[in-house]
């Protein structure tokens, strides 16, 4: 049975940090101390049988949807409440993304497909067939008009998200590709690999090439700056290292956590850098700093996948149990949004 446990504790900081060398933005008005942070687990929603691999939020905000070994995808209110059960993959579902606007919702599966949902009531719009095997990550193009999956078939599909036509394979060399995301002008792809290399595919003029290889361990997440600067990637290595796009030149590595990082994400405002990782617990870094302003602890497993939510100021994080964490970071006079239409 479904349902929502309030949490009141607040996260059990650690001090650590990195040397921030990267060219960025000019830095906040006051640069944040150590661990200064303070992040709220405000729910525990609970129903998914297996362990919770990918959660996504629609870009309003109002919905939150996770993916999990159960085979199913669910969308919650943020309230907690649940809308939907979405069902039809017939293997574990590895990654979901909203479209920019909030109308399609695409999940990948070991199963082989990818399957395209309305964003809002989970009715299936399309069932994506192509891969010759499971599809790991999924990411939807600026404008919604394509959707980019990755495979264990060592391709990356370019599909019509209108049609559901396949318009474009490339294939990376021979392993899976574990993880995918684009640059913010559409002319770069960039893939995380199982030989733990990062590798960049110029997809217009004006893209780049690079293949990246520093991690001693599979990559398993990568996420492209809100400025359209940084690449971060997340290995198995226990580390996440920062590359610039254009060069591919290595900005910094660091040491995230005490064991695998399995996912990575930028804030939209491009402040914070959070990750989760097999440790059981999710760190959030200043950018600008460089500092790890908060441990987030709350998961009894490994923690699969995060998100931020559009205000920067929520995060959304599932776990190995099948749990979904949400979590709010505190501001002055600030109150959680919770929507339920």
């Known amino acids: 049975m479904e349902n929502v446990t309030p949490q009141q504790s607040e996260s059990e900081a650690v001090s650590d940090g990195y040397e921030a060398t990267v060219e960025r933005q000019p830095p906040l008005s006051q640069t ?32 939150i949807a996770s993916g999990s070994g159960d085979k199913t995808i669910r969308l919650w209110n943020t309230s907690g409440e649940l809308r939907r059960v979405l069902t039809g993959h017939t293997a574990w579902v590895r990654a979901i993304a909203f479209s920019p606007d909030g109308g399609t919702l695409a999940s990948a599966s070991n199963d082989g497909t990818v399957r395209l949902w309305d964003g809002r009531l989970g009715a299936l719009k399309a069932v994506l067939k192509g891969h010759s095997a499971g599809v790991r990550c999924v990411v939807f193009s600026r404008s919604g008009q394509h959707l980019l999956t990755g495979g264990e078939d060592n391709t990356v599909r370019i599909w019509r998200t209108d049609s559901g036509e396949a318009v ?150 599932g776990g190995w149990q099948g749990e979904v964490n949400l979590w709010q970071r505190s501001q002055p006079g600030a109150q959680l949004d919770l929507q339920t239409d």
């Open 168 to 317: 474009g394979t490339i294939r990376c060399a021979d392993h899976w590709v574990r993880a995918i995301a684009l640059s913010r002008d559409g002319k770069t792809l960039i893939t995380g690999c199982q030989d733990q290399t990062v590798r960049f595919y110029a997809l217009k003029p004006g893209g780049f090439d690079h293949c990246l290889a520093h991690h001693q361990g599979e990559v398993q997440s990568v996420a492209v700056s809100p400025n359209g600067w940084l690449v971060a990637s997340a290995s198995s290595d226990n580390t996440v290292i920062f590359w610039k796009l254009n060069s591919g030149r290595l900005i910094t590595q660091f040491k995230a956590h005490s064991g695998p990082v399995n996912c990575v994400s930028f804030s939209p405002d491009g402040q914070r850098l959070v990750t989760a990782s097999s440790d059981k617990t999710l760190r959030v870094w200043h950018i600008d700093s460089g500092q790890r302003v908060a441990t987030l602890q709350g998961h009894p497993g490994w923690v699969w996948s995060v998100a931020f939510m559009p205000d920067s100021y929520g995060l959304v994080s």
């Open 32 to 63: 944040p101390t150590p661990d200064s942070e303070t992040w709220r687990l405000t729910y525990t929603l609970t129903g998914h049988e297996r362990w919770v691999r990918s959660v996504a939020v629609s870009p309003n905000g109002h919905i």
